[in-house]
């Protein structure tokens, strides 16, 4: 996978619309000139996160590098190992903890696993966190609910389900949780993203 490297910090995520989600998270927060990499599905994240730090120039030109990615089905601490592992690879700066930016040699590296660094889940889970307070969230809950009650092999990923039964509730209609956080969907302000905003600060301010 040939990248560009444009900027000297860099946050590396699974797929589109996580790269939608977190150039506006960083907006928010007050945090620019950090370039975010679609680095082409959780599928290959190891393989193409080999591929970003070869690309031409890119170790030269890194001072901060980000790296999300989902637990879903593993534990956290094993995505994590995983990410690890390529930094060791190429000698790169490499965090002992999760969600906490270790800095050696003029670069610093932090590794934030979704949801929460701790539970299986993914970025969805913490979206669907921010949202458990509006009124009708347990209508989209008796939705699931009942959908799963006819066939319990129907809804695969509970999460993805749950996010899209809410944004069709909003205006516009959001095709994406990337192209819902452009429309203002979600609120950063609730306590559930404190993490993932902090650890944005940790490793770029």
Do not use: H
């Amino acid at each position: 996978m040939s990248i560009k490297i444009e900027q000297e910090n860099i946050l590396a995520v699974e797929g589109k619309d996580e790269r939608n989600f977190f150039e506006v998270m960083l907006g928010f927060v007050g945090i620019g000139s950090v370039q975010v990499i679609d680095v082409g599905g959780k599928d290959n994240f190891k393989n193409r996160l080999s591929g970003l730090i070869q690309s031409e120039g890119a170790l030269e030109k890194i001072k901060k590098m980000g790296f999300v990615r989902d637990a879903e089905k593993l534990e956290a601490d094993s995505s994590f190992q995983s990410i690890c592992g390529v930094l060791k690879k190429y000698d790169l700066p490499c965090p002992s903890e999760i969600c906490k930016p270790f800095e050696s040699d003029g670069k610093r590296v932090g590794i934030f696993i979704m949801p929460d660094n701790r539970n299986c889940g993914m970025l969805e889970d913490l979206c669907i966190e921010s949202i458990k307070d509006t009124p009708f969230f347990s209508c989209i809950e008796s939705f699931i609910n009942c959908c799963k009650n006819q066939d319990k092999d129907i809804m695969p990923n509970t999460a993805k389900v749950t996010v899209l039964a809410y944004l069709s509730t909003r205006d516009g209609i959001p095709s994406s949780l990337g192209i819902a956080a452009r429309q203002n969907v979600w609120d950063f302000s609730k306590p559930c993203f404190n993490g993932i905003k902090q650890f944005l600060k940790d490793l770029f301010v």
